[in-house]
């Protein structure tokens, strides 16, 4: 090899090693050559994983995990450790083993793991789980928190994560995601169908809309005939009642004037009964039994009259008095028959032939 290469192959090799143990460009160590430790803690108030840890107050690594405590780690370092931080240091840190850390708080938005060096000439292992010293720290913290629920989510969180990392998950979501754009397609194709049928649907109620609309027209049309129809007929029947009215009073005087002619009637058939009724055994006179025999006559002429005008008028109550005027002439021509029978029977010829 020749002495030029000799010297590029150092160069690269010196460029490979600075690349390595520099430290990446956004102050984390790229983990290859890095020192990492398992340090118990009671509590970590606001520390979140790649936050920096620094070692009297110089960066020296970040943190690269968070976790519980398992029962293991609280028989061994004591019932009251409770989180687990998982650091990676530069590899040519140090940290002494009677070393003291704990969370260092500046406002909400800045604080560290802070390690406060000891004066042992011992360091820790690279990999040693190990509880230090504690330097108090401000803020709240997990005193007061139930941690065992918090454990169990941290648990079913990395459950959720190993199912989300299976191949069998991933193939099933995958099938899943093909079945959800078949069925989008599907769906795109019977919702085009679907307007198409939607449009129909709105053009057929339309139409109903119109021939309803119509109907109703055609039936307000008809109601307004139906009202100008039964207010002529209104005004018709009002007048026709104003003269059956009129009609109906002419028809009572009548009928009241009837009546005094058959009360006058009846008292002279009365009258002309009793002369009658004296002269029996005497001889006859001619003139007494025509006068009956008229006035027979006109009974039956009055009771048909009566009977008449009964069934012409249409009030209950003139037909009531009627039809009792009419069966009282028929009763008295009916006497006055019988008066002149007996006469006959008397004095048989003194009845003229009708």
């Not at 430790?37 to 960066?59: H, R, S």
């Not at 019977?190 to 109620?205: E, G, I």
């Not at 009572?252 to 008292?267: M, P, R, S, Y």
């Not at 002269?279 to 007494?288: A, S």
């Amino acid at each position: 090899m020749s002495k030029e290469a000799k010297i590029g192959a150092a160069v690269i090799l010196g460029l490979a090693l600075l690349f390595f143990f520099a430290p990446s460009g956004d102050g984390r160590n790229n983990g290859l050559f890095a020192n990492r430790y398992q340090l118990v803690f009671k509590e970590v108030p606001g520390l979140e994983v790649n936050g920096n840890v620094k070692m009297a107050g110089v960066d020296i690594g970040y943190v690269t995990d968070l976790d519980f405590c398992t029962p293991q780690d609280r028989k061994i370092f004591g019932p009251d450790a409770n989180v687990v931080v998982s650091i990676a240091t530069d590899f040519y840190r140090d940290i002494p083993v009677d070393s003291s850390a704990g969370v260092v708080t500046v406002s909400s938005s800045l604080l560290w793991l802070e390690i406060t060096p000891g004066i042992s000439e011992k360091s820790l292992e690279s990999g040693t789980k190990v509880r230090l010293r504690s330097i108090p720290s401000a803020g709240g913290g997990l005193a007061n928190v139930q941690v065992e629920p918090l454990r169990r989510l941290q648990g079913q969180l990395r459950e959720v994560r190993k199912l989300a990392q299976d191949k069998r998950m991933r193939n099933t979501i995958l099938d899943m995601a093909a079945n959800a754009r078949f069925l989008s397609n599907e769906l795109r194709i019977v919702s085009k169908d679907t307007n198409r049928y939607l449009a129909l649907a709105y053009d057929s109620l339309d139409s109903y809309d119109r021939q309803i609309v119509d109907q109703l027209e055609r039936f307000d049309l008809q109601i307004a005939q139906s009202r100008e129809t039964l207010s002529k007929l209104t005004a018709t029947t009002k007048s026709k009642s104003s003269q059956w009215r009129q009609q109906s009073e002419e028809l009572n005087n009548k009928l009241h004037n009837l009546g005094q002619l058959a009360v006058a009637e009846t008292e002279r058939y009365r009258h002309l009964s009793a002369q009658a009724e004296e002269r029996l055994t005497q001889v006859g006179n001619p003139q007494i039994v025509a006068k009956l025999h008229r006035a027979a006559r006109k009974s039956r002429e009055y009771a048909q009259i009566a009977e008449d005008l009964h069934y012409i008028t249409s009030e209950p109550s003139t037909q009531e008095a009627l039809k009792g005027m009419a069966a009282k002439y028929k009763d008295q021509a009916k006497s006055i028959d019988d008066l002149l029978r007996k006469i006959e029977s008397i004095i048989p010829g003194s009845i003229p032939e009708e």
